[in-house]
Nanobody
Framework: QVQLVESGGGSVQTGGSLRLSCAVS????????MGWFRQAPGKEREGVAV???????TYADSVKGRFTISQDNAKNTLYLQMNSLNPEDTAMYYC?????????????????????WGQGTQVTVSS
């Protein structure tokens, strides 16, 4: 099993920044892909950014140029640096992971492909 614990959420004004962290423990060898997803009230969970174990990153169009995903393997921690935040970024943010084998590249940002999830951390951006 893999345990994921997010932290770093909060409330900021438009244009502000936040850095989310996700502490990874357990069977870390199962974390071939790790990502950040978000879900706003009444909306489906959507992929924000994913990083593969070799370092390749994928971003949703809505966050390209503003968000950066990274990982510190020594600390078993995943990060999401979020800059230029706007109210549309308001959501619960979740850390997710899956094994490396069997992923469908075309759906790398789809939540159904991930089987380990954290409890989420709330991000609220006010105008």
């Amino acid at each position: 099993q893999v345990q994921l614990v997010e932290s770093g959420g909060g409330s900021v004004q438009t244009g502000g920044s936040l850095r989310l962290s996700c502490a990874v423990s357990g069977d870390t060898y199962k974390t071939g892909y790790m990502g950040w997803f978000r879900q706003a009230p009444g909306k489906e969970r959507e992929g924000v950014a994913v990083i593969a174990i070799q370092g390749t990153t994928t971003y949703a169009d809505s966050v390209k140029g503003r968000f950066t995903i990274s990982q510190d393997n020594a600390k078993n921690t995943l990060y999401l640096q979020m800059n230029s935040l706007n109210p549309e970024d308001t959501a619960m943010y979740y850390c997710a992971a899956r094994e490396r084998r069997g992923i469908l590249s075309r759906d790398i940002l789809k939540a159904y492909q991930y089987n380990y999830w954290g409890q989420g951390t709330q991000v609220t951006v006010s105008s």
